[in-house]
T-cell receptor, first 115, second 116 residues
């Protein structure tokens, strides 16, 4: 079956530090890949996505590249802010058939950014 | 404004109570979902509705009863819950049946449920 593995958290950084959150996946076919973010007390928001190999998703200074050869979709940001403190979820959708866009989530990575 | 609205945002109920969670989407989507988010566990898909028809029940106990009267509204009826059912319940929607199109799922802000 499909699975998503994220780096263990929590991750604690100082403001303006470089961020990488690793994500690798196992899936049949050609899944689409997503990063969702959950700010404290809120639901999940789509941060970025990529639908095919070598696509780069980007939003709010975050980037992730769909690497089929390494089955990875690592999230990066060059300079984090305190307001980026949240839980980040890597996810994929199954391909075709009866999957109906079923999202498979990683376990989430807690990011805390200090001033 | 996420386009997916859930009410109530917080709910405390006893184990013998009957309550309902409501979800409404304003995105013109045809598929709606219920997810459960518990502490220290991955997000769990509970139910999927496509064009008002239930297409997936992910082995959810019968004390959770979904209802989808139309493509814009989704309910989760709750009765005789257990304390371990306390969690954040997330509603989501998407365009419809996904076919290699990178169909994006949009989430509501969730309903925090505490069972006492």
């Amino acid at each position: 079956g499909n699975s998503v593995t994220q780096m263990e958290g929590p991750v604690t950084l100082s403001e303006e530090a470089f961020l990488t959150i690793n994500c690798t996946y196992t899936a049949t076919g050609y899944p689409s890949l997503f990063w969702y973010v959950q700010y404290p007390g809120e639901g999940l928001q789509l941060l970025l996505k990529a639908t095919k190999a070598d696509d780069k998703g980007s939003n709010k200074g975050f980037e992730a590249t769909y690497r089929k050869e390494t089955t990875s979709f690592h999230l990066e940001k060059g300079s984090v802010q305190v307001s980026d403190s949240a839980v980040y979820f890597c996810a994929l959708t199954s391909t075709g058939g009866t999957s109906y866009g079923k999202l498979t989530f990683g376990q989430g990575t807690i990011l805390t950014v200090h001033p | 404004e996420t386009g997916v609205t859930q009410t109530p945002r917080h709910l405390v109920m006893g184990m013998t109570n009957k309550k309902s969670l409501k979800c409404e989407q304003h995105l013109g989507h045809n598929a709606m979902y219920w997810y459960k988010q518990s502490a220290k566990k991955p997000l769990e898909l509970m139910f999927v509705y496509n064009f008002k028809e239930q297409t997936e029940n992910n082995s959810v106990p019968s004390r959770f009863s979904p209802e989808c009267p139309n493509s814009s509204h989704l309910f989760l009826h709750l009765h005789t819950l257990q304390p371990e059912d306390s969690a954040l319940y997330l509603c989501a929607s998407s365009q419809g049946v996904w076919e290699n199109s990178g169909n994006t799922i949009y989430f509501g802000e969730g309903s925090w449920l505490t069972v006492v």
